[in-house]
């Protein structure tokens, strides 16, 4: 990659503009790059800090250290009064944090959608391959067809993940080990040390397979310029074209302070958002073109999937070497309600308690001294499950609100359905059995709000009237302009979303890639 400073980018016309560098637009950024055109990255975060501190659970999980300085307003489950957050915000985007389970979508999750699983299934194939994905082709009991291995094989069975899947076992289910993409075997280094802090910190030797240690690193560096800690404002839109935006370049030192920034006038032939699916939505709210998207679906039906934590207290120390073993994937259940809800069910993860000093923050009122006492004799597993797109779940505007650049902040609004609830019971059941099965004597549900796996709020589709983007990701409205996050996904399915949102950005740098050796972009 180059670095940004010697580019004169106010000067210079790039073939495609990327905003925000997550799985989505990294990945992009990667091929086009490969492609032969001038891709400039623009993320609003900074480079991820790789020292001790990354491993700190209070500095990184309830100290926020990555916390961006875009405010987001949350409303959910019928709250009246919206809380006031700050998204992290790095080069990567939650790559960087991400927990490494890299699972492709079956070929029954694309009902809805306007591809099949065939026409992404390359494409799934390459995108594990730019993750240097470790797992075992076969294994998943509804699994879908592949054309190839896996790059590597996975790491073998670590004792806490090895007592989940005995017990799974046990219970006459069909546990397999876990795509994941951290550097066991790679060519690369380092390697992976099997530590205790990785699923929701960044990775300080870097040895996950986050998008900086992959994508951006594979990228052609005489073709890519990266303009970390530049948040893109607004796009303008001329005459049925974007032709340029206007970026809040907070590299320092710019009058008005770091926090508002220097504003930039960028320009290129053809744009990519990939801001997330909270982000993207936002950017093209404030850019004016809900206006020229005839579904009403712009911002709408956010999805997260409905999941939760369920952890057990067993009579021993779960986990006394201290390592990482999310390495547990259960998919029995999945088709399960597939004739009831239209849905898949979704998937059972093993996981790793959070460091003590967070257990004792963020436990339950009153047990918080004792949740974190026996917090080294709990073991938990993840349930994800599939949740459907309601468009009242969306991403709008704060009325009257700014945020420091003077842009209007975004408001997300969620509830879930009763079936996604239900959804998230079952799975939550079944965890509790795997658990009991395997020695837990008490167990504690905790319910995740967050919105890690937030997906659906551009979705594409086959016509106009449904959906804000066209097969290819493009906006119905505007040639030059197209979406590589997560916003395109018109259904949630039940695997964690990361592989599915690499694999069609590459689908889509293609479909790019080829509009431009035509020369109708
Ligand atoms: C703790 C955690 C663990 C997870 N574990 C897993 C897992 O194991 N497996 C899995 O599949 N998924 C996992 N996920 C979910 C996964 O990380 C997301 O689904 C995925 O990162 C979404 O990719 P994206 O490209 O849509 O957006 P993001 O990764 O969110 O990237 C968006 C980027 O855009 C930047 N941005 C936003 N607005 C602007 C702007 N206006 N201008 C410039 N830049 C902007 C953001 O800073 C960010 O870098 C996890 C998520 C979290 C938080
Ligand atoms: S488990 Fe491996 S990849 Fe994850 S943070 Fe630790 S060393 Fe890095």
Redesign the pocket.
Known sequence: MTAAAPVDLQNSVFDVLI???????ATAAYALSHAGLRVLL????GWPNRDETDWNGRAILLDGRYR?E?PLLVRQEGAAEAVETF?????????V???????RLRTTDFARWPISYADLEPHYAAAEALLEVHGRAGEDPCGPPRTADYPFPPLALTRPARRIYDAAAALGLHPFQLPIAINHFGAREPRCINCFTC??FPCRIGAKNDMTQTALKKADPTRLTILAR????RLFERDGKIVGVEVIDRRGGAEGGAASGRRLKLSARAYIL????L??P??MLRSELARLDQSGALGRNLMRHCNAMVGYVFPFRTNPEAVNH?QICITDQYESVRASDGTALGVIQDMCMPPREVVRALGPRGFRWAASLSAASIQTLLCVAEDEPRPENRVTLAPHRLDGGGLPVAEVIHDYSDADRRRRATLVALARRVLRRAGGLIGKVRLID?F????GTARFSRSRMEGVLDPDCRFWALPNLYV????FMPTSGG?????T?TAN?LRVAARIADAFARGSV
């Open positions: 905003a925000g560098s997550g799985f989505g637009g623009v993320e609003r975060g961006g875009t998204p992290n915000a790095v080069v990567g985007g939650n790559s944090f991400f927990g490494g389970a890299t699972l699923d929701g530049a948040e893109v404002a990939s801001a997330g699916a982000g993207t936002a950017l999310k967050s890690s796996h937030a997906v590589v996050d997560g916003s695997v964690n979303p990361s592989l949102i950005a």
